[in-house]
């Protein structure tokens, strides 16, 4: 996943369908967030590519922690003794723990985050400054409490909640260990530090900063997971079709576009099919519309085994109309991929009583084959002869391919200036 592409999902490659064994994006994150995520826990999918958007994002946040904790070691380094009153004999054992252990792993990370920011070594070493600074920390107040001196305990607990507020790593990764680390507080406290008159209470302001460091490290961790699905969402929805996870209208004639200048700039043939579920009108009066939806669903998902290639396409074009693109394609070779289409959707086995071509749902298939030597054709011109080829398909019967070659090789008069959405017959009596 790039820097620039922290909102699409690799499950569906370029903006095309995910394959048929996989949930189309837009209906997967719809039911991701109808389900919740109290747990902060997606999906299996969802969560892998969470994963990498979280690493991406978390530059900026993670370079802050890691300046507050080189700021706090040099700033500790320069005030310590003037302004909070470090004895002189206390110094050099300070010195010791603040630049042979704790700032040498906050440098550590400062590389991690210049040279691989967003690795999950890059988390390892978040967590591993975090365990650092807090032994530097515990090492200094015991040393310290030996000669009277009561280093802040509160420190510690700023620690965590800096460390929950701006690390970007995953709640439940930070959780143990900031358990173990209250754990250990603890116990150095009682058996190793002499405890003043304030010991206890600074016990308990320490935990109480470590309770307000779970609960802001959940809570931001929920909004990032709730902003990324949403984000992620309506990035789909602004190219796939809600309902059955194709590419949508705007976006298809996109894709249609780029292919054919890509055909043309290469001179590759391709191919062009026009796709529609017979009667199906007849089976949304007879099913209802939402059996109709998920009729759709199931169709699509059959369709978007065909379009695996990066400058192929598959996208609805309206109701129960589909649209698949094939770029370098043979005429022999568009042929079976266009009477595969046919077939895998029949082998679906969706009850259509009220179809007269059988007695499950079929598509008829209009298809158009463009030589490489014809790729100067407009792309309106191809998917009119297409969408001519189906009307056939579907005068001869239905649940059959009826195949074209594009042969004129120059637009009639008018084709430069019809628009991809021209004015269609709608065939209502046929289809």
């Known amino acids: 996943m790039s820097s620039t592409d922290l909102y699409s999902l690799n499950l569906a490659v370029s903006m095309q369908p995910a394959d048929a064994a996989q949930e189309a994006p837009t209906r997967l ?44 070691v040099l700033s500790s380094a320069l005030i310590d003794s003037s302004w909070l009153g470090l004895p002189f004999e ?28 967003s690795s999950r070594s890059m988390e390892v070493g978040i967590l591993l400054l975090f365990a650092v600074m807090v032994a530097g920390l515990l090492g200094q107040r015991v040393v310290d409490s030996q000669q009277g001196f009561d280093l802040p305990l509160e420190l510690i607990g700023a620690t965590a909640v800096a460390m929950f507020c701006l690390s970007r790593v995953r709640f439940w990764v930070q959780l143990p260990l900031l358990l173990a680390i209250a754990v250990v507080t603890v116990l150095v406290e009682l058996s190793l530090v002499h405890l003043g008159e304030s010991g206890y209470y600074d016990m308990f302001a320490t935990g109480i900063l470590f309770i307000v460091a779970l609960l802001a490290g959940y809570s931001s961790e929920y909004t ?49 099919a026009m796709i529609d579920i017979d009667a199906f009108g007849a089976y949304n009066d007879h099913y209802g519309h939402q059996y109709g939806d998920a009729a759709l669903q199931q169709v699509a998902d059959a369709l978007s085994d065909h379009a695996r290639r990066p400058l192929d396409a598959c996208g609805r074009y309206g109701g129960e109309e589909f649209v698949l693109l094939w770029m370098d394609c043979g005429a022999e070779q ?67 391919v009826v195949y074209t070659r594009y042969r004129s090789g120059v637009a009639d008069e008018n084709d430069e200036t019809l628009p991809l959405a021209w004015p269609r017959k709608t065939h209502s009596g046929t289809r």
């Open 29 to 72: 994150i719809q039911r991701q967030i109808d389900r919740g995520f109290v747990g902060l826990r997606f999906m299996p999918a969802l969560e892998r590519e969470f994963h990498g958007y979280l690493r991406q994002s978390s530059r900026l946040s993670r370079a802050s922690l890691i300046f507050l904790a080189v700021a706090g």
């Open 90 to 117: 206390l110094v050099g054992t300070t010195r010791l723990i603040q630049f042979t252990v704790m700032m040498p792993m906050a440098l550590i990370c400062t590389l991690l985050c210049l040279r691989h920011p």
């Open 224 to 272: 990032i997971r709730w902003t990324w699905l949403n984000a992620t969402l309506l990035r789909y929805l602004s190219r796939l079709d809600r309902l059955t996870g194709l590419l949508n209208r705007h976006a298809l004639e996109s894709a249609l576009a780029s292919a054919h200048a890509h055909a043309l700039r290469e001179r590759k043939g391709y191919a062009v």
């Open 334 to 400: 568009s042929r079976a991929l266009a009477e595969s289409v046919r077939e895998v959707v029949e082998r679906e086995r969706i009850a259509h009583a009220e179809s007269p071509a059988a007695p499950w749902v079929t598509v008829s298939v209009g298809l158009c084959h463009v030589d490489a030597d014809r790729t100067d054709a407009p792309i309106e011109s191809v998917l009119r002869e297409a969408d001519r080829a189906l009307y056939a398909a579907k005068s001869e019967g239905r649940n059959r």
